[in-house]
T-cell receptor, first 115, second 112 residues
Framework: DTEVTQTPKHLVMGMTNKKSLKCEQH?????MYWYKQKAKKPPELMFV???????INESVPSRFSPECPNSSLLNLHLHALQPEDSALYLC??????????????FGDGTRLSIL | GNSVTQMEGPVTLSEEAFLTINCTYT??????LFWYVQYPGEGLQLLLK?????DKGSNKGFEATYRKETTSFHLEKGSVQVSDSAVYFC???????????FGQGTRLTINP
């Protein structure tokens, strides 16, 4: 069992839909991350939140909108996605971002399919 | 820049064989090094880590030693099991950095 919980596990949506991915952790971590992973590739960083503030946006298209309502929750709002956005979306958390020596803990991901 | 290079897969072994997955890195300063494992249909799990030169990380029979002189962090296991079949990612992070730098991943299949 992972300590980072992501919902839903699977999502199929049309290009005009609006949906949200959710991530929750109760380890007291103050840094949270969104990654995108395509098949047979390593995860690609999308966003980093540090103490509930967005600290890194890796030039992600605006059709992806992150939100961190509190220190335990991280959302990714999706709107007008493209077929190439189909992928596994992973959430991760770590104690903080000040020290790179701390490992990141990953959830099991949301597998997103865009029709 | 910072980068991680893993041996290309896929790697196929028989049960109880010895495993080595090579990982070398390029980084400024003294990065922390990690091995993550991804089982089918799951996210990444931290397998082991090392934060300074000559540190040995170990978990579930897997080991890796941080070798600064060769900039390597090779993953080894003395006797693999079918349940070890997964994709293995080597990664680094630098102190003060917010990013994990991943290798391309190595798919491991263990046959009974």
């Amino acid at each position: 069992d992972t300590e980072v919980t992501q919902t839903p596990k699977h999502l199929v949506m049309g290009m005009t839909n609006k949906k949200s991915l959710k991530c929750e952790q109760h380890m007291g971590h103050r840094a949270m991350y969104w990654y995108k992973q395509k098949a047979k590739k390593p995860p690609e960083l999308m966003f980093v939140y540090s103490y509930e503030k967005l600290s890194i946006n890796e030039s992600v298209p605006s059709r992806f909108s992150p939100e961190c309502p509190n220190s335990s929750l991280l959302n990714l709002h999706l709107h007008a996605l493209q077929p190439e956005d189909s992928a596994l979306y992973l959430c991760a958390s770590s104690q903080d971002t000040d020290r790179g020596r701390q490992p990141q803990h990953f959830g099991d991901g949301t597998r997103l399919s865009i029709l | 820049g910072n980068s991680v290079t893993q041996m290309e897969g896929p790697v196929t072994l028989s049960e109880e064989a010895f495993l080595t997955i090579n990982c070398t890195y390029t980084a400024t300063g003294y990065p922390s090094l990690f091995w993550y494992v991804q089982y089918p249909g799951e996210g990444l799990q931290l397998l082991l880590k090392a934060t300074k030169a000559d540190d040995k990380g170990s978990n579930k029979g897997f080991e890796a030693t941080y070798r600064k002189e060769t900039t390597s962090f090779h993953l080894e296991k003395g006797s693999v099991q079918v349940s070890d079949s997964a994709v293995y990612f080597c990664a680094l992070s630098r102190q003060g950095a917010q990013k994990l730098v991943f290798g391309q991943g190595t798919r491991l299949t263990i046959n009974p």
